[in-house]
């Protein structure tokens, strides 16, 4: 958690990802180039330019591909959470490698026309009514603006400016870019590479992506209970349902999910979702007494949804309550911050 606006902590571990980050973008460039250049008949050879504008635009594809899998992976497996941890190093770093592509375009291909490169790339095909010679490069300039903009606002302070949830709205364009990247590709690349490479990584990224979203929502729906919009309490299930230390998401109709956890021999009840980036606390565990949210370590008291001084997020409590061995949460939320009694799990004799 950071209670403040201040330089990023290069702690060894982020400078070892950030090593190793760099050094395997730098391999797959100089293997690229290599084996694209050694690949080529003699007669047909690019420029340095030409190549580098093919490596740099696929490995900010693939980049952005993993990125992308990063949440679902991380859900499936904690394998997978030192790289959500570091999920904006990885955005920035995709934006710059696309931005590189993107000016090394404009510099071959628009570069020595007489209009401004920018106007060129826009004005030079107005194909717009044809498939074939649609102008696929507007696409991908229109996806570097949004990986610039997510790029721009990845700091914590416009998080806390901008308020969570339009910083997470801006930031789930993330889909849109990469939705343009494909048909970028698509109606680009596609249409005039004969080599199967560019087709097959379009391909099976894509349907990766798509596949490993649709299957974790479903894993992530057996998980959670739904309510209808008339009752006052929504039942929960059983106690035993509930993991120690971790939580049951309740789904109520036209309202914010919540996450009722067990703990200590305990049952408490906050918002779904974390102050921070709007991260699912419901997918986290409880650890020294608070509720960790699983994307970056905010934590929250869940007797009353405060975190820990010196830190000052809030988050919406609601009350509990259990019938023989059923927990039933209140629909209405109490207002953030606010201290709830948790309902206290009764052993039976021995």
Known sequence: MSHDYVPVSWTPFKKRFDAWLFVGMALYLGAFVLVTDFAQPANENF???????????????????????????????????????????????????????????????????????????????????????????????????????????SHDF???????????????????????????VLLGALQFEKHPLYASLLVLGSTFVVGLHLFTAFFASSTQVRASASARWIKVGRISDIPDNRALVVQPANAERIAVFRYDDKISAVSNVCRHQGGPLGE???????????????????????????????????????????VYVARKPNPEGTKTSPSLIRKEPV
């Not at 416009?158 to 970028?184: Q, R, T």
């Open 47 to 153: 420029t340095p330019i030409q190549l580098m504008i093919r490596a740099t635009g696929s490995l900010a594809f693939l980049m952005l591909t993993f990125i992308l899998c990063i949440g679902p992976l991380a859900r499936m497996t904690p394998r997978f959470k030192p790289f959500l941890y570091n999920r904006r190093h990885l955005g920035v770093s995709t934006f710059l490698i696309a931005l590189v592509h993107g000016g090394l375009v404009l510099l071959w291909y628009h570069g020595f026309a007489e209009l401004d490169p920018l106007v060129s790339l826009f004005v030079s095909n107005p194909r717009y009514d044809s498939l074939a010679g649609f102008p696929f490069e507007s696409l991908g300039f229109c996806a570097l603006l949004i990986l610039f903009l997510m790029a721009a606002t």
């Open 158 to 184: 416009w998080n806390a400016n901008l308020a969570p949830g339009l910083w997470k709205a801006i930031h789930m364009g993330v889909y849109l870019a990469y939705g343009l990247l494909v048909a970028h």
């Open 284 to 326: 986290g565990k409880v650890i020294d007494g608070c509720i960790t949210c699983p994307w970056h370590g905010f934590q929250y008291r869940p007797e009353d949804g405060c975190s820990p001084e010196p830190f000052t997020e809030k988050i919406h409590t609601y009350s509990t309550k259990i019938e023989g061995n059923l």
